[in-house]
């Protein structure tokens, strides 16, 4: 049961440019996170956005949540080679302890 | 810092073998959770655990069982290992409660053939 949806599913921009990364969910949700992936590794958590806050900033990362149209967006300013990488989305759906994930964005930084 | 260590990060199998992967957390977490990630497909919860002998059966748990016999290890068992089984398999771990970002092993790559 896929709850999440990135888009677009690849993105590829130079150094230095913004990376906007867009997650749509199904059902009402009671937060949503930001992972991230290096080729063959784990993941890693970014960041995590209430369901009563719109916005929310860490570093150059910056998250919206519009629960209305059900989605979020992850915005990476001034990117670097070093972010290239899989980001993904991740709802709690119906259950506050399991994460339902999107299939994930691939993003590649050109230095 | 929490660390969430897999027994392997690549292993090679035959069809038919049973299949052991371990996972250990450091960070007195309740949950845990196994995840088989291919691509297209993303990541897809197998089996995950609220509690020490607890399990619950994720999205995709045929062919899969699991074993928590201590709170900080999570086993996932490959009963007859096939070849639709070669996969990218995740542990991860967290904290029963509202906010709660999941910690994730490096991976084992399970090839099956």
């Known amino acids: 049961s896929q709850q999440g949806e990135e888009d677009p599913q690849a993105l590829s921009i130079q150094e230095g440019e913004n990376a906007t990364m867009n997650c749509s969910y199904k059902?009402?949700?009671?937060?949503l996170q930001w992972y991230r992936q290096n080729s063959g590794r784990g993941l890693v958590h970014l960041i995590l956005?209430?369901?009563?806050?719109r916005e929310k900033h860490s570093g150059r990362l910056r998250v919206t949540l519009d629960t209305s149209k059900k989605s979020s967006s992850l915005l990476i300013t001034a990117s670097r080679a070093a972010d290239t990488a899989s980001y993904f989305c991740?709802?709690?759906?119906?259950?506050?302890?399991?994460?339902?994930f999107g299939t994930g964005t691939r993003l590649q930084v050109f230095p | 810092d929490v660390k969430v260590t897999q027994s392997s990060r690549y292993l090679v199998k035959r069809t038919g073998e049973k299949v052991f992967l371990e996972c250990v957390q450091d960070?007195?977490?309740?949950?845990m959770f196994w995840y088989r990630q291919d691509p297209g497909l993303g990541l897809r919860l197998i089996y995950f655990?609220?509690?020490?002998?607890?399990?619950e059966k994720g999205d995709i748990p045929e062919g899969y069982s699991v074993s928590r016999e201590k709170k900080e290890r999570f086993s996932l068992i490959l009963e007859s290992a096939s070849t639709n089984q070669t996969s990218m398999y995740l542990c991860?771990?967290?904290?029963?409660?509202?906010?709660?970002?999941?910690?994730f092993g490096p991976g084992t790559r399970l090839t099956v053939t």
């Open positions: 655990s609220y509690d020490v002998k607890m399990k």
């Open positions: 991740a709802t709690d759906g119906d259950n506050t302890d399991k994460l339902i």
């Open positions: 059902t009402s949700i009671n937060n």
């Open positions: 991860a771990s967290s904290f029963h409660r509202e906010e709660h970002e999941q910690y």
């Open positions: 956005i209430r369901s009563n806050e």
């Open positions: 960070m007195d977490h309740e949950n």
